[in-house]
Structures are given as structure tokens and as C-alpha cells.
């Protein structure tokens, strides 16, 4: 059964750096389309980024396009999102997704998603 930890939240400064990363256990990482999501404090749940199967193309929300880079290690079967440029609406816990089903351009709908992680917290604030 698919597995997934988040790692690598936490607390930073406005214009700050964090990367997060997205583990999985008992599945190859590869097969699979990884999404990235976040939820703030009285908001839904959104779509941050994703990547699809066997580096297929990645997508972005328009809010973090520039800033945040998702990639993938295949040898560490390991989604990582690099976030730059960070500001304090940034704050939110942050989920990793997968889904084996998606094919073509991963997409940032939370329902396409089957299998999620537990989520990391990431805070911005001076």
C-alpha cells in the first residue's frame, strides 16, 4: 500500500527557502503523478504544483510560478518542492499527493488524487 511522508517544513523569514520532500515506501514514485497541495487556516485545500508519470510535465499554481520548483529523484524515490521567494501567505500545511491512474499533464484538482501524505507545516512570518 502506497505510503507517503512529508519532510523538511517549518518556520522562515519572508524571502526565505525551504524544500519539502515527499517519501514513499513499497511503490515507485515514477509510476505515479505526485501533487503538491497546501491548506491555510480556514481555506481549502489548493493545489501548489505536480509532476506527472515518468517525468512527464510539471504544472504550477499561478501564485507560486517563479518561486517554487518541483522535481524528482528517482534513485531516492523522492518528490521534492523547492520553495523560494517565500511570503507569509505562503503558510499553510503542506500535502504531497500521488495517483497511478493520471496519464498526459498532471493536474492540481485535489479529487484526482487518491493516496496523500499527513502533511508538513510550513509557517512564514519574521
Do not use: H
Request: hydrophobic letters at 35%; glycine letters at 12%; proline letters at 3%.
Amino acid at each position: 500500500q502506497l505510503q507517503l511522508v512529508e519532510s523538511g517544513g517549518g518556520l522562515v523569514q519572508p524571502g526565505g527557502s525551504l524544500r519539502l520532500s515527499c517519501a514513499a515506501s513499497a511503490v515507485t514514485l515514477d509510476d505515479y503523478a505526485i501533487g503538491w497541495f497546501r491548506q491555510a487556516p480556514g481555506k481549502e485545500r489548493e493545489g501548489v504544483s505536480c509532476i506527472s508519470r515518468s517525468g512527464g510535465p510539471t504544472n504550477y499554481a499561478d501564485s507560486v510560478k517563479g518561486r517554487f520548483t518541483i522535481s524528482k529523484d528517482n534513485a531516492k524515490n523522492t518528490v521534492y518542492l523547492q520553495m523560494n521567494s517565500l511570503k507569509p501567505e505562503d503558510t499553510a500545511v503542506y500535502y504531497c499527493a500521488a495517483d497511478r491512474q493520471l496519464i498526459g499533464l498532471c493536474v492540481l484538482s485535489r479529487k484526482a488524487y487518491r493516496s496523500w501524505g499527513q502533511g508538513t507545516q510550513v509557517t512564514v512570518s519574521s
